[in-house]
């Protein structure tokens, strides 16, 4: 069965500075890979996914991830965050066959952002 | 606008008394699904949907019942709710299998059961 761990339950992060999420996956074949974003009252909204090709991927509001399969990872970056992204992350795989499985999320990971 | 659309997006009810939470969504998708989320357990699919008339359970279907009718509609039904029902409940759609495809959320429903 697939599974997904974000070792990080917070994170605090300073305005201006570097960030990266941390995120591991289990899955006995090729993982389909995203990075969902849900901002407080909201629901979800997809950041960045990784399917196939170049394993750097670039998403929306300055996003980047990078998928290791020797490490299992699919790590999400950001070289300056913003108030703004102060949100919970979630990472998330499917079924690479394109079944009808649901995406199993990680549990989340809370970032914080001092002014 | 494209747009998954819950309603109550709050509720508040009693053990036993049965609920239906509607989702409804504008952008013709086949693929629907319900989820819960749960401080510390991050998000759980309940079920799922691939098409009309097609349902199937997620991984925590106990309790629960949905319908697919309509394409554009995925009611989650809750029969004779109780406490450990208490939660954030997300209804999310996609185009294709959700493993190819994005899943658009709902804003959720959040509902609490004394």
């Known amino acids: 069965a697939q599974s997904v761990t974000q070792p990080d339950i917070h994170i605090t992060v300073s305005e201006g500075a570097s960030l990266e999420l941390r995120c591991n996956y289990s899955?006995?074949?090729?993982?389909?890979l995203f990075w969902y974003v849900q901002s407080p009252g909201q629901g979800l909204q997809l950041l960045l996914k990784y399917f196939s090709g170049d394993t750097l991927v670039q998403g929306i509001k300055g996003f980047e991830a990078e998928f290791k399969r020797s490490q299992s990872s699919f790590n999400l970056r950001k070289p300056s965050v913003h108030w703004s992204d102060a949100a919970e992350y979630f990472c998330a795989v499917g079924a690479a066959r394109g079944g009808a499985d649901g995406l199993t999320f990680g549990k989340g990971t809370h970032l914080i952002i001092q002014p | 606008e494209a747009q998954v659309t819950q309603n109550p997006r709050y509720l508040i009810t009693v053990t036993g008394k049965k609920l239906t939470v509607t989702c409804s969504q504008n952008m013709n998708h086949e693929y629907m699904s319900w989820y819960r989320q749960d401080p510390g357990l991050g998000l759980r699919q309940i079920y799922y949907?691939?098409?009309?008339?097609?349902?199937d359970k997620g991984d925590v279907p106990e309790g629960y019942k949905v319908s697919r009718k309509e394409k554009r509609n995925f009611p989650l039904i809750l029969e004779s709710p109780s406490p450990n029902q208490t939660s954030l409940y997300f209804c999310a759609s996609s185009p294709s299998g959700v493993g190819t495809g994005e899943l658009f959320f709902g804003e959720g429903s959040r509902l609490t059961v004394l």
């Open positions: 949907s691939m098409n009309v008339e097609v349902t």
């Open positions: 899955y006995g074949a090729t993982p389909y």
